[in-house]
């Protein structure tokens, strides 16, 4: 080794050495340069605890390294001079403003939340270049897929940037034409009903015919599910292309499938590696069968009815697999077989509750039919998540089991996602009966996060006005006992005369997993009051304010999977009630109701059957007056006006109605046979019911009549960007001459 080398290698190895030595001088002073924007007390506050201290050059590279950190600085340089410390330090610009230029479809301040970029972040290129990319991309979502941004820095002092975002939006880019290529099966509108991507038409003016780029896999999910619904099995996309036109108005789809051949189901197997069971009855319990077209939709429902067999005998970690084998293409046959590892038996550790930030964990724990320490049971979690979605206080719920290292223990986690449950909402609508419908509310239906649900609420039309306070606690001290109490006045204007209403209603009951009872009381104050110099049949009532004290009893069950818009379940529901616990009416009321929805076809269509029968009866010889009567609305039967159906007075021909009661109905609806981003469903229904009997028959026509009235109809229910609307025709097959008609019924309206 030359003396040259030993020489460098000496003093690199010295410096080394000497750099991890403080100083000869202790710090007194602290000096720092070069900042315009960062406080020099900031910067002093780092290196404060150096003062009166020799430092040594592994704590000036700590300085240098802890003030980067904080990025704020493009440069830092640290030394000492004498007894004084240098800071030297060049600041990073930083984003003061944003001005857009050329927008007219979003607003500046929703483009200020899509470039992600608030004011005094450090300045970064990449922080500009994704904010250009996020403002192109809900461009193209809007529409406009051609949308172009440029961006133009202007500096500032104090190491500031002003960011100027020139938008040229473009025309709206729309699908011309959706093409198809090689089916043969079904034609090319029925596929174009299929996939979310639309043609441009007149009746899609609200975005529906919108290119979305991320359309094209969805696109081919639906082919492929509408294809393995109908037996094929083979059914391949060889291409999916968009073109874009010349003149870069919008795009043609050009979609080339392969179909592939048709095939029935030969046979159908079950197997499993634990539990004995009978594979007969085993197939016996599937969906899909012997003989059927092979459906995916069968396949994954028997796939999910083993799981929840295996689950509700404890096996929480079922893995059902299917196979398709024996194909034979030439006469379109195959067998399909199941074959299920259960594994082991399954205990519940513990119950995971997330996403919560609001409601409390009891108010979700409380409807959970499992605990800690319980075998496990797929049934019961199923019925659990229901009742939790029942709630209506998230926009989600999900579970999931997990494994916790033990063999025979499973975790539960329970993950919902909140949504607003106060909400203040305000209706204005028409109705062809009820002719112009006005609403005001305000509704918390999960105070506190406890669950308690109070409600205040206004409606008004032109026959009808009603107030109404209410509150209800679902789970009092905690058991599954609830609470309930309401305050209203109500008034009924018809053609003959006018009811005022007003009092309270309180209630105590049961209500469990669907399952329900309920006591309650109510008072109400009425007056009738006639506005016709022709009517008969008040009289004796006009002008007398008569109270209705009653107590009553109902119980029944609710296992509908939505209360809105329910596709499955059922409901049965009795009461009784008896008025005379103090005040003037004397009588028994009875009611009975069923209602059962049947899903079809997975879903695509939905079969419901209603009932309701009823009667109210005097006690000790009292009159039940006109305003404890029952009366039918144009729902009731639908082809017929309100109080178009029962006992009508014989000087004015308006219905005053009746003692005893009974309707019916079944209605068959699908949203199959129309475009589903258009959210159409139409139906097809027939009701029937009667009206008879009144405590006051002179001068009233059809008291005694309970001859069945019968209506067939159609309906359209349409879910527009302006509010739900409904088109309903009906016309009577068997009524009597002294009954009224609607044959068209049509209401829109809207809340916020």
């Known amino acids: 080794m030359s003396l040259t080398r030993i020489s460098l290698l000496f ?35 780092i290196v404060k605890n150096y003062i009166g201290k020799k430092i040594t050059n592994i704590q000036i590279n700590k300085i240098t390294k802890e003030l980067f950190t904080s990025d704020y600085f493009d440069d830092v340089l640290v030394n000492q001079n004498e007894e004084t410390l240098v800071i030297k330090v060049i600041e990073k610009p930083i984003f003061s403003d944003f001005v857009f230029q050329g927008n007219e479809f979003f607003e500046d301040e929703q483009l200020v939340e899509i470039i992600n970029i608030k004011k005094r972040d450090t300045f970064n290129q990449k922080k500009i270049i994704t904010a250009v990319n996020n403002i192109k991309i809900e461009y193209s979502k809007s529409g406009r897929y051609f949308a172009k941004v440029t961006v133009k820095e202007e500096k500032l002092s104090q190491s500031r940037v002003k960011l100027y975002f020139l938008i040229e ?89 392969d179909e592939g051949k048709k095939y029935k189901i030969n046979q159908v197997s079950v197997s499993n ?84 930030t609001r409601t409390l964990d009891y108010v979700i724990r409380r409807e959970i039919l499992l605990f800690e320490g319980d075998p496990f049971n797929s049934q019961k979690l199923k019925q659990s998540m229901n009742a939790i979605r029942r709630l209506a206080y998230f926009s989600s719920a999900d579970v ?65 006005t009603k107030y109404n306070v209410g509150i209800t606690q679902p789970y009092f001290q905690d058991l599954p006992l609830y609470l309930s109490g309401d305050i209203f006045d109500e008034t009924i204007e018809q053609t003959d005369k006018d009811i005022d209403k007003s009092g309270f209603q309180s209630g105590i009951g049961f209500n469990r997993k669907g399952y329900f009872n309920k006591f309650t009381y109510s008072y109400t104050l009425s007056e009738t009051k006639s506005t016709s110099t022709t009517a008969t049949s008040t009289s ?30 059922e409901v049965i529901k009795s009461k009784i009630g008896l008025a005379g616990v103090g005040g003037d009416a004397k009588f028994i009321d009875l009611q009975t109701q069923y209602k059962k929805y049947i899903p079809f076809e997975y879903g695509d269509y939905v079969l419901s059957f209603s009932g309701k029968v009823g009667m109210i009866s005097s006690i000790d010889d009292e ?51 129309t475009p589903e981003d258009l959210g159409i469903e139409i139906g097809v229904f027939t009701d029937f019911g009667s009206l008879w009997d009144t405590d006051y028959p002179t001068n009233v026509k059809g008291v005694d009549d309970s001859s069945p009235r019968i209506t067939a109809g159609a309906s359209i229910y349409w879910n527009t960007v302006l509010g739900p609307l409904s088109f309903i025709w009906a016309w009577p097959v068997i009524d009597e001459s002294y009954d009224k008609e609607n044959n068209f019924k049509f209401s829109i309206g809207t809340s916020f």
């Open 11 to 45: 003093f690199l190895l010295f410096f080394q050495i000497s750099s991890v030595f403080s100083s000869e001088v202790a710090i007194k002073t602290i000096k720092i340069e070069g900042n315009q924007r960062i406080s020099s007390s900031y910067i002093s506050n």
């Open 169 to 257: 939006e473009g025309e709206i880019t729309k699908v011309n034409r959706i093409n198809f290529v090689g089916n043969k099966s079904f034609s090319d509108s029925k596929l174009k009903g299929v996939i979310s991507t639309k043609e441009a038409s007149f009746f899609r003016i609200f975005g529906g015919s919108l290119f979305k780029s991320e359309n094209i896999e969805i696109d081919k999910s639906k082919l492929k599910k509408f294809y393995k619904t109908r037996g094929y099995v083979d059914f391949t996309i060889l291409s999916y292309r968009r073109d874009l036109l010349q003149d870069y108005s919008g795009f043609n789809i050009n979609i080339i499938v």
């Open 273 to 356: 590696n634990i539990m004995k069971l009978d594979k007969v009855d085993l197939t016996n319990d599937l969906t899909v069968k012997k003989g059927d077209f092979y459906d995916v939709r069968a396949v994954d429902e028997s796939v999910k009815l083993l799981n929840d067999l295996f689950g509700e005998k404890g096996f929480s970690f079922v893995d059902v697999k299917t196979n398709i084998k024996n194909k034979n293409k030439e006469k379109g046959l195959l067998d399909l077989a199941f074959y299920v590892d259960e594994g082991l038996k399954s205990y519940v550790r513990n119950i995971n509750i997330s996403g919560n």
């Open 400 to 464: 999931t089991l997990s494994k916790t290292g033990i063999p025979n223990e499973v975790d539960i986690n329970v993950k919902v996602k909140e949504k607003l449950t106060g909400s203040f909402s305000f209706g204005i609508g028409y109705d062809s009966v009820e002719k112009t419908q006005f609403s005001v509310g305000l509704n918390e239906n999960n105070f506190l996060g406890r669950g308690l649900k109070t409600r205040i609420s206004f409606t008004s039309s032109s026959k009808s």
């Open 540 to 569: 004796g009532e006009e002008g007398i304010e008569i109270i209705t004290s009653s107590i009553g009893y109902s119980v029944g069950k609710d296992t509908r999977d939505n209360f809105m818009n329910p596709s499955s379940g």
């Open 623 to 673: 009159k039940v007056t006109s305003s404890n009567r029952v009366y039918f609305n144009s729902k009731s039967i639908r082809g017929f006006d309100s109080n178009g159906v029962g006992p009508r007075d014989e000087g004015n021909s308006i219905g005053v109605g009746g003692n005893k009661f009974y309707t019916g109905s079944v209605e068959m609806r699908t949203k199959k046979f």
